[in-house]
């Protein structure tokens, strides 16, 4: 995604599929040189902190993507991550799958976010990068209960886009069924 904003708005032709081919400011695999234009993509705030790169982050109805208006409701324009992984062990491969789970497990606990992410990511217009989800928190611990308030610290987002069982990031955010404490 990074690669397509670049390119997009310098007119380089960095992004590539999959294949090797460039999918931005080509013409079949020639270089349109000096193709630029206006792109929305959907990025992470944890990058581009500095803004040294060629794109920015915007606000959706007056409304900057911080952690504080996450966490508040305000700005909904969030999605929630997930891992795939194989869950056969082959043979040989144990030590590789239990790797796999102690990574998610670390990357999904709200202390490691901070810690290792969102302490790092202050962006020009507020505290930004991740928030961990109730469903992951409370699989950590069986008797966490979300703050009524945002905590930097362990950051938690008390809205899903879960419902019914699946992950929708189309779907519009709803409070976590897990959580009767926030109000927006």
């Not at 987002?157 to 709803?174: E, I, M, R, Y």
Request: with cysteine.
């Amino acid at each position: 995604m990074e690669n397509c904003l670049i390119d997009m708005a310098t007119g380089s032709a960095s992004a590539v599929d999959y294949t090797g081919t460039h999918v931005n400011g080509v013409t079949g695999d020639t270089t349109v040189a000096g193709y630029t234009a206006w792109a929305i993509g959907q990025q992470s705030s944890d990058k581009n902190a500095s803004a040294t790169k060629a794109y920015r982050f915007i606000k959706i109805n007056g409304v900057a993507p911080t952690l504080a208006n996450a966490f508040s409701g305000a700005y909904d324009f969030t999605n929630e991550s997930t891992w795939q992984y194989t869950t056969a062990t082959p043979s040989g491969r144990s030590v590789q799958r239990a790797i796999v789970l102690q990574l998610i497990k670390n990357v999904t606990n709200p202390a490691t976010v901070y810690s290792d992410l969102n302490a790092f990511t202050v962006q020009q217009f507020g505290a930004a990068g991740f928030l961990g989800t109730v469903a992951n928190a409370t699989a950590l611990n069986s008797s966490y209960t979300v703050p009524t308030a945002l905590s930097l610290t362990t950051p938690v987002n008390p809205w899903t886009h879960t419902v019914g069982g699946s992950l929708d990031n189309g779907a519009f955010q709803v409070l976590s069924p897990l959580d009767t404490t926030v109000t927006p």
